[in-house]
């Protein structure tokens, strides 16, 4: 009989320390869910304040789309009540005077260049009309015995760059 009373006692103690290890869980599951309600309060927070920013943001970028938009078409009736172009006006005065012998082929200064060497040549210049908004000008004649298609190919080549004023055909 002595042993069913140590198999009780066990039995009670046993009892005792789940009940205990019971309430130990229960304790800190509370913190737990108490700490995961305050983060979540923090988070929810968080994410309300975003939206309004982003709500502002939206409201703003729409405000601006829209003055562009006004400022597009107040251009545009400028425009046609003025006749103003979007075509760059020329550069003051002459740039070069070049003769086309070829049709990639002329004479600057007496020095035979093809138009990726003039354009080379005047990059410098042609960089600072285009940041000052106009294009420089330069003059261009026929070389002697070119055809007319090799003129023209001549003259194409130096509009990419130049506005071309054709002296002498």
């Known amino acids: ?4 009373k140590v198999t009780a006692f066990s039995l009670v103690e046993l009892l005792a320390v789940l009940l205990l290890f019971l309430a130990v869980i229960s304790r800190q599951d509370a913190e737990i869910a108490r700490e995961l309600t305050l983060k979540t309060q923090v988070v929810e927070e968080q994410v ?3 939206r ?6 939206g409201r703003r970028r729409q405000r601006l789309i829209e003055e562009k938009r006004r400022s597009e078409a ?12 979007n075509i760059p006006p020329p550069c003051e005065g002459w740039l ?7 049709p ?5 200064g007496g020095r035979p260049l093809t138009g990726y060497e003039i354009a080379d040549l005047f990059g410098d210049e042609i960089a600072a009309a285009s940041q000052s908004g106009c294009v420089h000008r330069i003059r261009a004649s026929p070389g002697r015995s070119l055809s007319l298609k090799e003129y023209l190919r001549g003259l194409a080549i130096l509009e990419r ?3 071309v ?3 002498g055909s």
Do not use: H, P, Q
């Open 48 to 50: 309300r304040a975003l």
């Open 96 to 102: 070069a005077e070049v003769e086309i012998i070829g």
């Open 1 to 4: 009989m002595k042993t069913s």
């Open 104 to 108: 990639n082929t002329f004479i600057l």
């Open 161 to 163: 760059s130049f506005y």
């Open 165 to 167: 004023k054709r002296i």
């Open 74 to 85: 107040e251009v545009e009736r400028l425009r046609g009540e003025y006749g103003i172009s």
């Open 52 to 57: 309004g920013r982003l709500d502002r943001e």
